[in-house]
């Protein structure tokens, strides 16, 4: 059973940037794509960018472009999430899911989530 | 990009059917997912692929998906299932998911 637990909550003044992690156990990492998701306060689900670790290949939404990094160590069967500039309403819980294997786009295991808070 | 389309507010009695609608352009011809998301925890994916369930899901979650209207039903509500329902589809226009806005699930 494929399991993921991301890092704690963080807080982080404008301008600034935040890591979160994500690490994978009980499943076959290296090809699994990981995605995140972001959920602001009282908001929907926004797609932020995905990564498969092995070779690695990301792609981020385009409205991230620039200040989102998705990278994977297959060593330690841990994604990371890197965002940069960071605004206020970048305050959000930060979920990383796994895409589905049957390659239908669902996401079907879920980290607990990552709170971060942006004060200006 | 695609707009899927959500109720922001669903009530029920216990015991009752509830129907949560999500709304897109010819919708379905998409492969639509749904997921509960409880207070304070991360969204668990309920239905998927249209109308399939997965495993430890309850036969009361059901979907379908025709036209520009996909449905999650969930029959004899009960308190626990109260909770936000959000719906998702691949935009292949920007090759990543999408979701909607979300509906609450009240249960009176």
């Known amino acids: 059973q494929v399991q993921l637990v991301q890092s704690g909550a963080e807080v982080r003044k404008a301008g600034s940037s935040v890591t979160v992690s994500c690490k994978a156990s009980g499943g076959s990492f290296s090809w699994d794509t990981i995605s995140w998701v972001r959920q602001a306060p009282g908001q929907g689900l926004e797609w932020l960018g995905r990564?498969?670790?092995?070779?690695?290949?990301?792609h981020h939404a385009h409205s991230f472009q620039g200040r989102i990094t998705v990278t994977a160590d297959t060593s330690t069967s841990t994604t990371y999430m890197h965002l940069s500039s960071l605004r206020s309403d970048d305050t959000a819980t930060y979920f990383c899911?796994?895409?589905?294997?049957?390659?239908?786009?669902?996401?079907?295991?879920w980290g607990n989530g990552t709170t971060v808070t942006v004060s200006s | 990009s695609y707009v899927l389309t959500q109720p922001p507010s669903v009530s029920v009695a216990p015991g009752q059917t509830a129907t949560i609608t999500c709304g897109g352009d010819n919708i379905g011809i998409k492969t639509l997912h749904w997921y509960q998301q409880r207070p304070g925890q991360a969204p668990v994916l309920v239905v998927y692929?249209?109308?399939l369930r997965p495993s430890g899901i309850p036969e009361r979650f059901s979907g379908s998906n025709s036209g520009n209207t996909a449905t999650l039903t969930i029959s004899r509500v009960e308190a626990g299932d109260e909770a936000d329902y959000s719906c998702q589809v691949w935009d292949s226009s920007t090759d990543h998911p999408v979701f909607g806005g979300g509906t609450k699930l009240t249960v009176l």
């Open positions: 990564i498969i670790p092995a070779p690695a290949r990301a």
């Open positions: 899911a796994r895409d589905a294997p049957t390659r239908t786009g669902s996401l079907d295991v």
């Open positions: 692929d249209d109308s």
